[in-house]
């Protein structure tokens, strides 16, 4: 059975950090391009970041410089490093596979106030 399992969002500060994280099952993880999307009240899901199974990596210019994203294969985890947080990072974000499209966990809440 796919699972995706997203953790790691709370509240912070403006400038803050967090560490989000995503434990996949289900699929050939090591194989799958992985993904995080965010979805901010009101809106559609925004494609925020990507790695490949290579572990190359892309990501959308309103996160270029402030967010990492990593995998553990060995831990079937992807990883999203969130760095000088703004109130305009608030939103669920999800974690996705290519592998298995259109399968979605329950998202996290990252929430950024001061």
């Known amino acids: 059975q796919v699972q995706l399992v997203e953790s790691g969002g709370g509240l912070v500060q403006p400038g803050g950090s967090l560490r989000l994280s995503c434990t996949a099952s289900g699929f050939a993880f090591s194989s799958s391009t992985m993904r995080w999307f965010r979805q901010a009240p009101g809106t559609g899901r925004r494609l925020v970041a990507t790695?490949?199974?290579?572990?190359?990596?892309n990501y959308v210019d309103f996160v270029k410089g402030r967010f990492s994203i990593s995998r553990d294969n060995a831990k079937n985890t992807v990883y999203l490093q969130m760095n000088s947080l703004k109130p305009e990072d608030t939103a669920v974000y999800y974690c996705?596979?290519?592998?298995?499209?259109?399968?979605w966990g329950l998202g996290t809440q990252v929430t950024v106030s001061s």
């Open positions: 996705y596979a290519d592998l298995v499209a259109g399968r």
């Open positions: 790695i490949s199974g290579g572990g190359s990596t």
